[in-house]
């Protein structure tokens, strides 16, 4: 069982660009897919970006296709989403999924959750 912890978050000018880490201690973690997603104020939380276990396979929400990229280094059992060109509506708390499938993480449905970490972006 693999347990996602987010860090990175905080506040940054509309333009500017914050990077996202997720960790497991987790010896497993290497199998896992994992995703970002974000919940607005008074929205549905939403799929951001998801990466496969083996690197190859990558996928972005439009909103933030362009500005965002997702990568992993299984040697230090971490995900990163590196943000730019940030703007007031990526305004959100981010939350870092994993899955054993990346069907489910792409879905929207994997298995665990991290507590999230809050993204603010100033106009």
């Known amino acids: 069982q693999v347990q996602p912890v987010e860090s990175g978050g905080g506040l940054v000018q509309d333009g500017g660009s914050l990077r996202l880490s997720c960790t497991a201690s987790?010896?497993?973690?290497?199998?896992?897919?994992f995703g970002w997603f974000r919940r607005a104020p008074g929205k549905e939380r939403e799929f951001v970006s998801a990466?496969?276990?083996?690197?190859?396979?990558?996928y972005y929400a439009d909103s933030v296709k362009g500005r965002f990229t997702i990568s992993r280094d299984n040697a230090e059992n971490t995900v990163y989403l590196q943000m730019n060109s940030l703007r007031p509506e990526d305004t959100a708390v981010y939350y870092c999924?994993?899955?054993?499938?990346?069907?489910?993480?792409?879905?929207?449905?994997?298995?665990?959750w991290g507590q999230g970490t809050q993204v603010t972006v100033s106009s």
């Open positions: 999924a994993a899955d054993l499938s990346t069907r489910s993480v792409v879905g929207g449905e994997p298995d665990y």
């Open positions: 987790e010896r497993t973690f290497s199998s896992y897919a």
């Open positions: 990466i496969s276990w083996d690197k190859k396979s990558t």
